[in-house]
């Protein structure tokens, strides 16, 4: 790995590493903050998931996130949202190819080769974090809109693997939404079967660990109704007795203004999560 950047933060250090994955065939970047606590003993991470056209620099830029992680003495690992380079398959606009990678592992030509985010945010990376940085095993998953959906995916697809999980303004249904079809086709083909796996509103039917979720969704919210639709998450939850904590956001959009006036709760969330 190299250190490519380092800045001071609330009594911790902002990091951004990049490194050579394995799952993706690419060099990839993450960035990590360290609490101050980190120097004296090891710390739970929580693990956040950016959206569409976002790198790891979005989330650490503009959420705020690192005053309250530092007052919690929790990492937080920020993965890019896709593989990234020249060989690297890509399409023209910004919800398909780098920088939309939807977390998942793709099945069809020419995205097989490099995009198996999903591989590499719930295996690879926190397996290099925790041989590499002073962590323990306690983790938990977050993120926004596509990596919100993403966020929910790999927690309900790996039961025992994180405290808890929560989502800002999340893909909810993919399968049933224009940003998802347009990538669930390209990346897994035409059988809507496949795309079930990577469908937040389908695992929650038949999940075997109910780790409760948190979301949190602005009502102001311009991609609500069309590309988001929570509501289809929530009626699956309820059907199967599923704990879902839905929170609607009076007067919020879909934007970063948005995450960081709710960011020190949703830290607070996780924190209590991984004190356990």
């Given at each position: 790995?190299?250190?490519?950047?380092?800045?001071?933060?609330?009594?911790?250090?902002?990091?951004?590493?990049?490194h050579?994955?394995?799952?993706?065939?690419?060099?990839?970047?993450?960035?990590?903050?360290?609490?101050?606590?980190?120097?004296?003993?090891?710390?739970?991470?929580?693990?956040?998931?950016?959206?569409?056209?976002?790198?790891?620099?979005n989330?650490i830029?503009?959420?705020?996130?690192?005053?309250?992680?530092?007052?919690h003495?929790i990492?937080i690992?920020?993965?890019?949202?896709?593989?990234?380079?020249?060989?690297?398959?890509?399409a023209?606009?910004?919800?398909?190819?780098?920088?939309?990678?939807?977390y998942?592992?793709?099945?069809?030509?020419?995205?097989?080769?490099?995009?198996?985010?999903?591989?590499?945010?719930?295996?690879?990376?926190?397996?290099?974090?925790?041989?590499?940085?002073?962590?323990?095993?306690a983790?938990?998953?977050?993120?926004?809109?596509?990596?919100?959906?993403?966020?929910?995916?790999?927690a309900?697809?790996?039961?025992?693997?994180?405290?808890?999980?929560?989502?800002?303004?999340?893909?909810?249904?993919?399968?049933?939404?224009?940003?998802?079809e347009?990538?669930?086709?390209a990346?897994?083909?035409?059988?809507?079967?496949?795309?079930?796996?990577?469908?937040?509103?389908?695992?929650?039917?038949?999940?075997?660990?109910?780790?409760?979720?948190l979301?949190?969704?602005?009502?102001?919210?311009?991609?609500?109704?069309v590309?988001?639709?929570?509501?289809?998450?929530?009626?699956?939850?309820?059907?199967?007795?599923?704990?879902?904590?839905?929170?609607?956001?009076?007067?919020?959009?879909?934007?970063?203004?948005?995450?960081?006036?709710?960011?020190?709760?949703?830290?607070?969330?996780?924190?209590?999560?991984l004190r356990?």
């Open positions: 790995m190299e250190r490519i950047e380092h800045r001071a933060s609330f009594g911790g250090w902002q990091d951004v590493y990049r050579r994955s394995a799952v993706l065939g690419c060099d990839m970047t993450f960035a990590i903050y360290l609490p101050p606590q980190a120097q004296e003993s090891r710390v739970p991470v929580l693990y956040w998931l950016s959206g569409l056209s976002c790198t790891e620099q989330f830029t503009k959420a705020g996130a690192q005053r309250y992680a530092a007052e003495g990492a690992v920020c993965p890019d949202t896709s593989p990234r380079g020249d060989d690297v398959a890509d023209d606009g910004y919800d398909l190819g780098q920088g939309a990678g939807f998942v592992n793709a099945t069809q030509a020419p995205w097989a080769t490099h995009y198996r985010m999903f591989d590499y945010v719930a295996d690879e990376l926190p397996a290099l974090i925790e041989a590499h940085f002073p962590v323990t095993a983790r938990a998953i977050s993120g926004h809109s596509m990596g919100g959906h993403g966020a929910l995916v790999v309900l697809s790996k039961p025992g693997r994180y405290r808890s999980v929560s989502a800002f303004s999340p893909i909810a249904a993919p399968a049933r939404v224009p940003w998802g347009k990538a669930f086709s990346y897994l083909g035409d059988d809507r079967e496949a795309w079930k796996r990577f469908d937040a509103s389908e695992l929650v039917q038949s999940a075997s660990e109910k780790l409760p979720i979301v949190d969704q602005g009502q102001a919210d311009e991609f609500l109704d590309q988001l639709k929570p509501w289809l998450l929530k009626e699956a939850a309820d059907a199967a007795g599923y704990p879902l904590y839905l929170r609607l956001q009076p007067g919020y959009d879909h934007s970063y203004y948005f995450v960081a006036s709710f960011i020190g709760e949703h830290i607070a969330h996780h924190a209590a999560a356990t």
